[in-house]
C-alpha cells in the first residue's frame, strides 16, 4: 500500500496561490435570522483573518472571488451594500496592508465599476505595487468566460493591427492576455459552503488545480480552517495529466 502523502507540518507540498470562492454568507445570515448585509459583513471579517493567516501558512499569492459579474443580478440594494463593505474594507485595511508588505491587485473588468470606487481601488494599488509580501488579489466584476472573450478580443485586435501572426497564437500567448498575465497559475481552488461548483471563477487557470471544499461558511472561516485546508492540500499527489 502506498503511503499517504505528508502534510505541510511533514513537509508536504505547499501551496504557494491559492483562490478562493467565499461563498455561505447568505446562509450564515439567514440562518441566524438576520438581513443578508449581516452576513456580507461577517464574510469582511473572514477576510481579514484570512489575509493575516496566510503568509504564516507559506501562501504566496491568495485570489478571493470578492464580486463576480453574475452578482449584479442580485437586488440593488444588496448590491449596493456589497460595494459599500468592499469600499470600507479597501480604506480600513489598506495601512495594515501595507506596513505588512501585502501587495494588493485586482482582475476583472473592475474598471467599469463607479468612478470614485475605482479611483479608491487605483490608490490603493499603486500604493502597495513595490511591497514584497503575500500578493493579495481580489476578483472584482470577474467572470472567466468574461476574461477569456477579452483576451480572445485583445489578440483579435494585435491581429488586425499586423503586430501578431494568428499562426503563432499559443498557449503561452493567450495566457499572456488574461487578467492573470504574470501570476503563477492557482495550485488549488478552495470553495467554503459545500457548494461543488466553479461559478465561472478562473476556468483556464484553474486547469490542474486542485479542488478544496469545506462545509465551513465563509463568514466562520478563520486561520485554522485555512490551515487546515492547505494540509489536506499537501496530501494531495499532484499529476498534471500523468499517471
Same mark, same amino acid.
Given at each position: 500500500?502506498?503511503?499517504? %502523502?505528508?502534510?505541510? /507540518?511533514?513537509?508536504?507540498?505547499?501551496?504557494?496561490?491559492?483562490?478562493?470562492?467565499?461563498?455561505?454568507?447568505?446562509?450564515?445570515?439567514?440562518?441566524?435570522?438576520?438581513?443578508?448585509?449581516?452576513?456580507?459583513?461577517?464574510?469582511?471579517?473572514?477576510?481579514?483573518?484570512?489575509?493575516?493567516?496566510?503568509?504564516?501558512?507559506?501562501?504566496?499569492?491568495?485570489? =478571493?472571488?470578492?464580486?463576480?459579474?453574475?452578482?449584479?443580478?442580485?437586488?440593488?440594494?444588496?448590491?449596493?451594500?456589497?460595494?459599500?463593505? =468592499?469600499?470600507?474594507?479597501?480604506?480600513?485595511?489598506?495601512?495594515? =496592508?501595507?506596513?505588512?508588505?501585502?501587495?494588493?491587485?485586482?482582475?476583472?473588468?473592475?474598471?467599469?465599476?463607479?468612478?470614485? =470606487?475605482?479611483?479608491?481601488?487605483?490608490?490603493?494599488?499603486?500604493?502597495?505595487? !513595490?511591497?514584497?509580501?503575500?500578493?493579495?488579489?481580489?476578483?472584482?466584476?470577474?467572470?472567466?468566460?468574461?476574461?477569456?472573450?477579452?483576451?480572445?478580443?485583445?489578440?483579435?485586435?494585435?491581429? /488586425?493591427?499586423?503586430?501578431?501572426?494568428?499562426?503563432?497564437?499559443?498557449?503561452?500567448?493567450?495566457?499572456? &492576455?488574461? #487578467?492573470? +498575465? !504574470?501570476?503563477?497559475?492557482?495550485?488549488?481552488?478552495?470553495?467554503?459552503? !459545500?457548494?461543488?461548483?466553479?461559478?465561472?471563477?478562473?476556468?483556464?487557470?484553474?486547469?490542474?488545480?486542485?479542488?478544496?471544499?469545506?462545509?465551513?461558511?465563509?463568514? #466562520?472561516?478563520?486561520?485554522? %480552517?485555512? +490551515?487546515?485546508?492547505?494540509?489536506?492540500?499537501?496530501?494531495?499527489? &499532484?499529476?498534471?495529466?500523468?499517471?
Amino acid at each position: 500500500m502506498k503511503p499517504a %502523502a505528508a502534510s505541510i /507540518a511533514d513537509g508536504g507540498t505547499a501551496c504557494r496561490h491559492l483562490a478562493i470562492i467565499m461563498d455561505g454568507n447568505g446562509r450564515w445570515a439567514k440562518a441566524r435570522r438576520l438581513p443578508r448585509i449581516a452576513g456580507h459583513r461577517e464574510g469582511v471579517e473572514a477576510v481579514r483573518r484570512v489575509v493575516e493567516a496566510a503568509p504564516g501558512l507559506g501562501l504566496e499569492v491568495l485570489t =478571493l472571488y470578492a464580486f463576480s459579474s453574475e452578482n449584479w443580478k442580485r437586488p440593488p440594494d444588496e448590491v449596493t451594500d456589497l460595494m459599500g463593505l =468592499l469600499k470600507h474594507y479597501v480604506r480600513s485595511e489598506i495601512d495594515a =496592508l501595507h506596513r505588512n508588505g501585502v501587495c494588493l491587485d485586482f482582475i476583472g473588468d473592475w474598471r467599469a465599476l463607479k468612478p470614485d =470606487l475605482v479611483q479608491l481601488l487605483e490608490d490603493a494599488r499603486a500604493r502597495t505595487v !513595490g511591497n514584497r509580501g503575500l500578493k493579495l488579489v481580489m476578483a472584482l466584476n470577474y467572470g472567466g468566460q468574461h476574461e477569456l472573450v477579452r483576451a480572445a478580443q485583445r489578440l483579435a485586435a494585435d491581429v /488586425a493591427a499586423g503586430q501578431l501572426d494568428p499562426e503563432t497564437i499559443g498557449l503561452e500567448t493567450l495566457e499572456s &492576455r488574461l #487578467d492573470t +498575465a !504574470g501570476l503563477p497559475p492557482p495550485d488549488a481552488v478552495l470553495r467554503t459552503s !459545500g457548494e461543488l461548483r466553479l461559478s465561472n471563477f478562473l476556468l483556464w487557470q484553474s486547469a490542474y488545480a486542485e479542488f478544496l471544499v469545506t462545509d465551513t461558511l465563509w463568514p #466562520d472561516f478563520d486561520g485554522a %480552517a485555512l +490551515a487546515a485546508s492547505l494540509d489536506e492540500f499537501a496530501r494531495r499527489e &499532484r499529476r498534471f495529466g500523468g499517471r
